[in-house]
């Protein structure tokens, strides 16, 4: 029983994580192309095998923070929150863990409408 247990856990990880890695790949794909704005996927900052992609836009040629990107994306309905620790250094994150694949083209669909509203295209 033990065995069981535990190689239904290994499982349930592995697919957890091929999952996430899914999610990151499709919002990596569908942002790449972003005028003025570095993507990266960043590791956890507390070590957990957690990674999640960066959104970094380039406030000087945009004309707009990722403090004020992140605020748009949390208006509106779905209501799109980001973790936004380091909004204010310019970088937002988008973790994959509360998503789900179909919530991929929600999100790019209301990131590049945020973009072309304000001129960048």
């Not at 942002?31 to 993507?39: E, F, G, M, Y």
């Not at 956890?44 to 990107?69: H, K, M, N, S, Y």
């Amino acid at each position: 029983l033990a065995a069981a247990l535990e190689a239904h856990g290994q499982n349930d990880e592995a697919s957890t994580e091929a999952r996430e890695r899914a999610i990151l790949a499709a919002l990596f794909d569908g942002l790449k192309t972003l005028p003025n704005t570095r993507i990266y996927e960043v590791p956890d900052e507390a070590g957990r095998p957690i990674r999640r992609l960066a959104l970094a836009p380039q406030e000087a040629v945009l004309g707009f923070t990722a403090v004020e990107l992140m605020t748009e994306l949390a208006r509106g309905d779905p209501r799109i929150v980001v973790r936004g620790h380091q909004a204010r250094t310019g970088i937002i994150l988008l973790d994959p863990r509360p998503l789900q694949p179909a919530h991929v083209p929600i999100i790019l669909s209301k990131i590049r409408a945020i973009y072309r509203a304000r001129g960048a295209t």
